[in-house]
């Protein structure tokens, strides 16, 4: 190889990425570019016709892609694109970044969406011919299908190319692709279409990929492990709903330091022996000889004993069921609110549905004037959607503190005794909010009204982070 090719491909190294969203440009669109018919799809610089040739053409399309020069970027990639497309034969670079150029004319002309797509969809499957070893086109294919096209096919679809990646991948999956994963995986195995058993292998995996993940990253390198731990195992709790799913250690792990921390608390002593019940703990066990100690020391039944005892030993369904039959022969709405309360934070807590945890909120509210208590728990549903609603961090993480904050404000409104949760709740999410530039970037303004979607359907009031 000659000395300058030796060079261009010391340069060629620099520009490797990692998978992004596609950028937001406002370049004119230029004319409307087609590709050269490929004469080797997997041709690297080395066996091009004219190798120092090639990677000229590289150099300078890359330049004039990163000060967005689109057309002559283009035109430069059409030739590598034809003559090299495989680069080095180790980094996918020209075709991910002709999936770059695409999007972009994407953008700036809808009307050719379908032919677009097409082309990128295209360079997809070259990719993986081009590079059949481990599974990064197909993890990379998924990841685009999952954020930026998933009205083009199923969750299901979806699912299953992110399998097939980790699989080529020897069931060690790349950390872009695992919290789009972990969505699919909780979204599915909720709704029945994931054998319990196969999500047990997939969440064991997401764990121990993290775990290594954050042991081995160094540096700038943690920024993206670290993401994905915000995200990921806070979305897995959700499959606590499912009996069965957790043993008895990781409830023991989980919940009992939260006792520890709390002896004496009957909310807590009550929630962390449901919690070790409901996954399966022996009456016997260590643990919860000590929590049935202090709940006999400090607590009092407060929803009488059968559905009380059915709550303790984790039978959430059949608890709610005898609290619903006992709220209809009540006739004091005090009690009333008090049992609905209860529901809902069984919902919330135990069998993670917060839109039916919001729903008995919301009825307990309306059975007691001034009570704060039903709104704390409302703002604290939203708060915890972050991972629900998006990635757990950035914009559609943070926008749900907006409500949060209004429910919280809501509670010290219409009962002072909430006052002081209600403000330690604010201050400790207020730090959360967007900043000003991610507000002004999606062309919003603070005090503007703000629909919040996801489950939550609220409208708010912008407000930037100070």
Same mark, same amino acid.
């Given at each position: ?30 004319? +409307? ?33 990163? +000060? ?15 003559? #090299? ?16 150029? *695409? ?79 972990? #969505? ?86 009550? +929630? ?21 100690? #202090? ?74 004037? $001034? ?10 549903? *939203? ?33 002072? +005794? ?5 403000? $330690? ?42």
């Amino acid at each position: 190889m000659s000395y300058r090719i030796s060079i261009m491909l010391l340069a060629f190294g620099m520009f490797t990425c990692t998978p992004k969203t596609t950028e937001v440009v406002t370049e004119s669109k230029p004319t +409307t570019p087609r590709p050269e018919v490929v004469d080797n799809p997997c041709a690297t610089f080395e066996q091009a016709p004219n190798p120092d040739f090639a990677l000229e053409n590289f150099v300078l399309y890359r330049d004039f892609l990163k +000060t967005e020069e689109w057309d002559l970027a283009f035109g430069y990639w059409q030739k590598v694109f034809k003559d #090299a497309p495989a680069a080095d034969g180790k980094r996918a670079n020209i075709f991910t970044d002709g999936v770059r150029f *695409y999007e972009h004319f994407m953008e700036q002309d809808t009307s050719k969406k379908e032919e677009y797509l097409g082309k990128i969809f295209d360079l997809y499957a070259k990719m993986t011919e081009c590079y059949p070893e481990g599974g990064y086109a197909q993890g990379l294919k998924a990841f685009d299908y999952f954020f930026k096209y998933p009205d083009l096919i199923s969750k299901m679809e979806q699912y299953k190319l992110f399998k097939e990646s980790i699989k080529l991948d020897e069931g060690k999956p790349r950390f872009f692709i695992l919290n789009p994963f972990t #969505a699919l995986l909780v979204d599915l195995t909720l709704e029945e279409k994931i054998p319990v058993e196969e999500a047990k292998k997939y969440q064991q995996m997401i764990i121990a990929a993290i775990e290594k993940g954050l042991a081995e990253c160094k540096g700038d390198g943690c920024e993206s492990w670290n993401i994905i731990n915000t995200y990921a195992p806070a979305r897995l709790e959700a499959l606590e709903s499912i009996k069965g799913f957790y043993p008895c250690d990781y409830y023991v792990s989980k919940y009992y330091p939260v006792f520890e921390a709390a002896p004496t608390d009957c909310e807590t002593i009550n +929630t962390v022996y449901s919690r070790l019940r409901f996954g399966g703990c022996e009456t016997a066990s260590p643990e919860l000889q000590a929590l049935n100690a #202090a709940y006999t020391t400090n607590c009092q039944v407060e929803t009488g004993p059968s559905c009380n005892d059915m709550l303790r030993e984790g039978q959430y369904k059949e608890a709610i069921d005898c609290m619903e039959e006992a709220i209809t022969k009540m006739t004091d709405n005090n009690d009333k609110a008090t049992f609905k309360l209860i529901i809902a934070k069984i919902y919330y807590a135990h069998l993670k549905n917060f839109s039916k945890s919001r729903q008995y909120a919301r009825e307990a509210a309306s059975f007691r004037a $001034r009570w704060g208590e039903p709104y704390i728990l409302i703002g604290t549903l *939203y708060a915890s959607s972050g991972p629900l609603c998006g990635p757990g961090r950035g914009w559609d993480s943070q926008r749900v503190v907006w409500p949060a904050i209004d429910m919280w404000n809501k509670a010290k409104s219409v009962d002072k +005794t909430s006052a002081r949760e209600a403000n $330690r709740l604010i201050g400790q999410y207020a730090q959360y909010m967007p900043d000003m530039g991610e507000i002004f970037q999606r062309g919003l303004k603070e005090g503007q009204s703000y629909l919040v979607p996801c489950w939550i359907q609220e409208n708010t009031t912008i407000r930037a982070k100070k």
